[in-house]
């Protein structure tokens, strides 16, 4: 047996394996903040798969295409080139090689992603860009959106499905949104989630075997608590 074989299979035993972490749930729910924190404070990378769907509807707007047009956003679906940086300290996004973080965020975009994201071309392409990049970290990953307990990475480690009542998440983006009606903004993150629960591909959906943490009266901090817990069990466990 060589040394280079050796050392692998000595490197194999001892290393820890990483470990692969699922956060789903609706819009609003605390997602984003808790997968984030969950990562940095664990020394874990991080998706935000949300801000694909939302980079690829960004993408179609900007080249003309008629985001209700199935057909037409099928056929450009794997036309541009999205970029995911995982650091939970400061994750990234481009499209085509342009910084897409901010005008990802428009209202535009957050009412047209539901329909980009329901489109089957649309989620195979983004769904094999989540797989290749959770596949590629080393330590581990968080990766937060609707269907990755479910569909993206059904044999994650740990699955969370996040919820928290309607009136607690409009509350919290309407806060972000400064000037925002608080029943607009309800009235309009309803509306979202209706369209991404009842979509024929990968709707969002609990997975049976998620922990679902109700966060409505908890605070962030509590919510990263309890999901650091539960990855450590996890990892004390492989
Ligand atoms: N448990 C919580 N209590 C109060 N505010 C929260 C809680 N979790 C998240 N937030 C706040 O709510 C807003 C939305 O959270 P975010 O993580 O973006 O949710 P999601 O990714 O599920 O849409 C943010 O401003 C965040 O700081
Ligand atoms: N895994 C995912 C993640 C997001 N999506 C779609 C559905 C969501 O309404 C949009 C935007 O997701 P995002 O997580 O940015 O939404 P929030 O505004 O943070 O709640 O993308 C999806 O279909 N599948």
């Given at each position: 047996m060589s040394t280079t074989v050796e050392t692998a299979s000595a490197a194999a035993r001892t290393a820890p394996a990483a470990v692969i972490v699922a956060i789903d749930g609706p819009s609003g729910t605390g997602k984003s903040s808790t997968s984030k924190a969950v990562a940095a404070q664990l020394g874990l990378s991080y998706l935000d798969t949300g801000a694909q769907y939302r980079a690829i509807t960004w993408w179609m707007l900007n080249n003309g295409i008629d985001v209700q047009n199935v057909a037409e956003v099928a056929t450009a679906a794997d036309k541009p080139v999205i970029v995911s940086g995982t650091d939970p300290a400061a994750p990234t996004i481009t499209v085509d090689g342009e910084d897409a973080a901010g005008p990802i965020r428009t209202p535009e975009v957050t009412s047209r992603v539901s329909a980009v994201s329901a489109v089957p071309e649309v989620r195979a392409r983004i769904t094999e860009l989540q797989r290749s990049i959770a596949a590629g970290a080393e330590v581990g990953i968080v990766v937060e959106g609707r269907d990755i307990g479910t569909t993206v990475l059904p044999d994650a480690d740990l699955k969370i499905f996040l919820t928290a009542s309607p009136e607690a998440r409009a509350a919290r983006r309407s806060g972000e949104l400064k000037g925002s009606d608080l029943a607009t903004t309800k009235e309009a993150l309803i509306k979202r989630d209706t369209a991404d629960s009842s979509r024929?591909?990968?709707?969002?959906a609990k997975a049976d075997d998620a922990v679902e943490v109700d966060t409505t009266e908890l605070t962030l901090q509590q919510v990263i608590e309890c999901v650091v817990t539960l990855v450590e069990e996890k990892r004390a466990a492989k």
């Open positions: 024929k591909t990968s709707p969002l």
